[in-house]
């Protein structure tokens, strides 16, 4: 196996840019997949449909918000999956993987939770009920679930939450010993962002498992979510994902997109190319690190700019649909 992929890699060094595709270069790399975010809206769209389909470049998709506590628990204990079951969908008619997101967050959670004034032991059993439930619905389906997603402040603190407010940290292992027992065999993740670079919040991370492993709490990958600056990628981006790999866990790029100030220039292009080239390559180079996901694949329907004023062009591929020479980095990362 490592001959055949060896061989690959060396032929596809050969392969003109304009005909190289993503999964297969990961692959080649010994990783997993490469895959995307998308969201339901964006399904309407047929030319974005036809590439979110090509499984060259994405084998694995992540529901951007219809598996979110929101869309799937809106009421206590009315649970609804017809925004996720249409992705799952979707990935299963062309065989792509899929990532699960996300059981608990502190954001996009119904009025219900963050308003129901529940004492911890009802808390934690809506917790429990919400992950089984969410998990089990998905059963089979899914290959890992960013369980906890963003627990963290930036100096390594827990984050206030309805959640942590009420139960501590207790909320954390209820909710993967849920899962566990839901689908045995879903990789369980905790998922997060600004810990790309060595730091007080991946110190914090790299705590925070160590101690569930110790506990005998089900915990099975670190999710690196990597919504990045353009020329401020980490330069201990490699070295910190090797040090979450040597604790025994997964490593996965989760949510990566790499945003400049607009206007884009050539210069900001060029760096952004750079970029993600950096963060493609320190993933190869780690083998615990099994894949990357592209937090959506188009600038048509990145978050970004809804959410960073004057901010954008953060994907590989520009708004409409044409590959960016960020896609050309990716490529050269994976090479």
């Not at 032929?11 to 840019?17: A, G, K």
């Not at 993740?189 to 919040?201: H, L, Q, R, S, V």
């Not at 690196?224 to 070295?239: A, K, M, N």
């Not at 954008?312 to 044409?322: K, S, Y």
């Amino acid at each position: 196996m490592v001959k055949i992929a060896s061989l690959l890699a060396t032929i596809l060094v050969s392969v003109p840019f304009s005909a190289a595709q993503l999964t297969i270069l990961a692959q080649a790399a010994g990783k997993k997949y490469f895959g995307t975010a998308t969201d339901n809206p964006e399904l309407t769209n047929t030319s974005y449909v036809a590439q979110l389909e090509n499984t060259f470049d994405f084998h694995q998709l992540t529901p951007a918000n219809s598996m979110k506590w929101d869309a799937t628990e809106p009421s206590r204990g009315n649970f609804t999956f017809s925004g996720g079951d249409q992705i799952v969908a979707q990935a299963e008619a062309h065989r792509q993987l899929m990532r699960g997101h996300n059981c608990v967050w502190h954001n996009q959670l119904p009025d219900w939770v963050t308003a129901g004034n529940f004492d911890n032991a009802t808390l934690l059993s809506i917790v429990q009920t919400h992950c089984s439930t969410l998990v089990r619905h998905y059963r089979g389906k899914i290959l890992s679930w960013d369980v906890i997603n963003e627990p963290f402040n930036d100096d390594g603190t827990f984050r206030e939450s309805v959640f942590f407010n009420t139960t501590g940290t207790t909320y954390i292992p209820t909710a993967l010993r849920a899962a566990r027992a839901a689908d045995p065999h879903a990789k369980l993740y905790i998922n997060d962002f600004n810990i790309e670079g060595t730091g007080a919040k991946s110190t914090a991370m790299a705590n925070l498992v160590k101690q569930l492993k110790a506990e005998r709490v089900p915990i099975d990958g670190i999710g690196v979510q990597s919504h990045l600056i353009v020329g401020e990628v980490p330069s201990t981006f490699r070295q910190n994902l090797q040090n979450f790999a040597d604790l025994g866990v997964e490593v996965a790029i989760t949510e990566l997109d790499i945003r400049m100030t607009l206007p884009e220039t050539p210069a900001l292009l060029a760096q952004q190319a750079e970029d993600y080239k950096t963060v493609i390559s320190a993933c190869k180079a780690v083998s615990g690190c099994i894949g990357v996901t592209v937090w959506d694949w188009t600038d048509k329907f990145s978050w970004v700019p809804g959410t960073f004023a004057g901010q954008g062009a953060a994907c590989p591929w520009d708004e409409n649909f044409v590959k960016k020479p960020a896609y050309h980095g990716i490529v050269e990362g994976w090479l």
